[in-house]
């Protein structure tokens, strides 16, 4: 099995400890997810910021394809994350679900709904993640 690659930032440095992501699952199918709704994560009128709700999408599909590729001396990127916003969230927590909906060699498509503890959708988000060799850091 290939060493992982080693990690140039401390995990209680990165954006998912700043925004307090908790992974709740993760598999090379599904992973779910939430953020406490806290100021930290809300935009001035009190609504949970739209880049929160991206970022807990791109982190758990980033997580779960890293956990399904890295045996293979493989590392995952991402490449896009498209979200689109139905509902606020104002209080309680960001709920993400992501389930897999592509495998390929170099990309993997995940599609991430987002909901507020009352189970309503809230966001949509699809995102592709780039999958390379662990020694091709620079994502080219």
Not at 30 to 55: C, F, M, N
Not at 98 to 109: Q, S, Y
């Amino acid at each position: 099995m290939p060493p992982e690659p080693p990690l140039r930032v401390e995990l209680d440095q990165t954006l998912d400890a700043t925004l307090g992501i908790e992974t709740l699952s993760l598999s090379a199918e599904s992973a779910t997810g939430r953020i406490p709704v806290e100021d930290r994560i809300r935009q001035p009128l009190g609504l949970v910021h739209g880049g929160a709700i991206a970022a807990i999408a791109e982190s758990l599909c980033s997580a779960a394809t890293f956990m399904a590729v890295s045996a293979e001396g493989q590392v995952a990127q991402g490449l896009s994350n498209q979200t689109s916003f139905m509902r606020p969230i104002l209080e309680g927590h960001v709920n993400a679900a992501a389930r897999r909906m592509h495998r390929g060699r170099t990309t993997w498509v995940w599609e991430v709904e987002i909901t507020d503890d009352d189970e309503r959708l809230c966001a949509l988000s699809r995102v592709t993640m780039a999958v390379r060799p662990a020694s091709d850091r620079s994502g080219s």
